[in-house]
C-alpha cells in the first residue's frame, strides 16, 4: 500500500485547510483510513479515521473542528480543518490500516506526511 499525502501548507490562525491522502497499491485489505499528527517536540497522535464502512472517529479534542471524509472511487481520503489554531501545527501523516487476522495483528502504512504551519 502507498500513501500520496498533499495539502499542508501556512495558513493563519482561524483558517482552514484541506489535506488529502491518495492510497495505491495492494488496498483490497485495507479497512480503514485516517490521519495522525506529530507536532515538534511531541509524540504522533490520532486525530481522525475513517471506515471502508463510512464510519468516523475523531479524536476529542479535534471533533466540531476537523472532518475527515473519503472519495471510495478515488481510493481518497481528505481532512477538512477548520478554525485552525497555532497548536495544530504539526506534520500531518496518512495512514491506511488492515484488519487483524486469525495469523497477524492489524498492519498500518504511513504516508510521507505533509507540513501544516498555523501562524499566530
Known amino acids: 500500500v502507498q500513501l500520496q499525502a498533499s495539502g499542508g501548507g501556512l495558513v493563519q490562525a482561524g483558517g482552514s485547510l484541506r489535506l488529502s491522502c491518495a492510497a495505491s497499491g495492494s488496498i483490497r485489505s485495507v479497512n480503514a483510513m485516517g490521519w495522525y499528527r506529530q507536532a515538534p517536540g511531541k509524540q504522533r497522535e490520532f486525530v481522525a479515521r475513517?471506515?471502508?464502512?463510512?464510519?468516523?472517529n475523531y479524536a476529542a479534542s479535534l471533533e466540531g473542528r476537523f472532518t475527515i471524509s473519503r472519495d471510495s472511487a478515488k481510493n481518497t481520503v481528505y481532512l477538512q480543518m477548520n478554525s485552525l489554531k497555532f497548536d495544530d501545527t504539526a506534520v500531518y501523516y496518512c495512514?491506511?490500516?488492515?484488519?487483524?487476522?486469525?495469523?497477524?495483528?492489524?498492519?498500518?502504512?504511513w504516508g510521507q506526511g505533509t507540513l501544516v504551519t498555523v501562524s499566530s
Open positions: 495512514n491506511a490500516r488492515e484488519a487483524p487476522t486469525t495469523w497477524r495483528r492489524e498492519v498500518d502504512y
Open positions: 475513517i471506515s471502508t464502512g463510512g464510519r468516523t
